[in-house]
């Protein structure tokens, strides 16, 4: 790892609020279920996060599905009163427009830089948005009828530079199947971007089997997702920002 990568991990880390470095990979919860989990899991999956949310706070009323968003606008109500409340009108690509009195974007920076604001955004924010880069990712999950990995005493768990897969870790303890994720990223998730995903199904799995054996050939299941191709994220997992634009990285949380 060399020293700007050491250097991102570590500042990404603190923005967390991670208690520790330590707590940051692996958490520190005191709850035993949780204790045996790989770091940077959630169990069952993050999809519950938006489905409790629309459950518990939001409403399913309340959502709007296939409006991506245009623009986003601060409009005086009161010409008479400068110092007045302002009003935010939100208008998506499908021609409809929503007022409210706050905007939350939750989306990728690289993705948040394609909205028209008005007022624009201050310039801090502007130069750090257009240096944000996602990483390039495709993401693959295997079932199979046995943990075959851990009759030979394997984790199911690697990291290679080698290709096609750059990680992989046994993830059966979120719906009890014998399940591997992995990802490949990198200069190999563009290579494979360019090839077809039957060709590249056969690679993770020769892969696979030169490492555990040929047990590995006979997946129950195979889901092969290429992050670079999804229209509103274009890449994965997450953006990480240009040389000399840390310094302003603070910035991306501030209130508009």
Request: net charge negative; aromatic share 6%.
């Given at each position: 790892m060399n020293r700007i990568s050491l250097l991102y991990l570590l500042s990404y880390a603190k923005w967390q609020n991670a208690p520790s470095f330590y707590g940051f990979l692996h958490?520190?919860?005191?709850?035993?279920?949780?204790?045996?989990?790989?770091?940077?899991?959630?169990?069952?999956?993050?999809?519950?996060?938006?489905?409790?949310?629309?459950?518990?706070?939001?409403?399913?009323?309340?959502?709007?599905?296939?409006?991506p968003v245009c623009n986003v606008s601060f409009l005086q109500e009161s010409t008479h009163n400068p110092e007045g409340e302002k009003s935010v009108y939100v208008t998506t690509k499908c021609g409809r427009?929503?007022?409210?009195?706050?905007?939350?974007?939750?989306?990728?920076?690289?993705?948040?830089?394609?909205?028209?604001?008005s007022p624009p955004l201050?310039?801090?924010?502007?130069?750090?948005?257009s240096s944000m880069a996602m990483g390039s990712t495709i993401k693959f999950i295997l079932t199979y009828k046995e943990a075959y990995w851990k009759e030979n005493n394997f984790s199911g768990e690697f990291i290679s530079q080698g290709s096609p897969i750059t990680w992989m870790a046994d993830v059966s303890y979120q719906n009890?199947?014998?399940?591997l994720v992995g990802f490949l990223a990198g200069h190999n998730a563009i290579s494979w971007s360019q090839c077809d995903e039957e060709d590249l199904k056969v690679a993770i799995l020769d892969q696979l089997s030169l490492i555990f054996g040929e047990w590995a050939l006979e997946p129950t299941g195979v889901l092969i997702r290429n992050w670079t191709n999804e229209k509103f994220i274009e890449g994965g997992t997450v953006c990480f920002p240009g040389i000399g634009t840390m310094i302003d990285l603070a910035s991306i949380r501030n209130s508009h």
């Open positions: 958490g520190e919860s005191s709850n035993k279920e949780f204790e045996n989990l790989p770091p940077f899991c959630v169990k069952n999956g993050t999809q519950q996060i938006c489905e409790q949310l629309v459950k518990q706070v939001i409403g399913a009323e309340n959502v709007e599905l296939n409006q427009t929503y007022k409210c009195h706050q905007v939350i974007c939750a989306i990728p920076p690289n993705i948040l830089r394609e909205l028209e604001f201050e310039a801090s924010k502007r130069y750090l948005l009890q199947v014998p399940t």
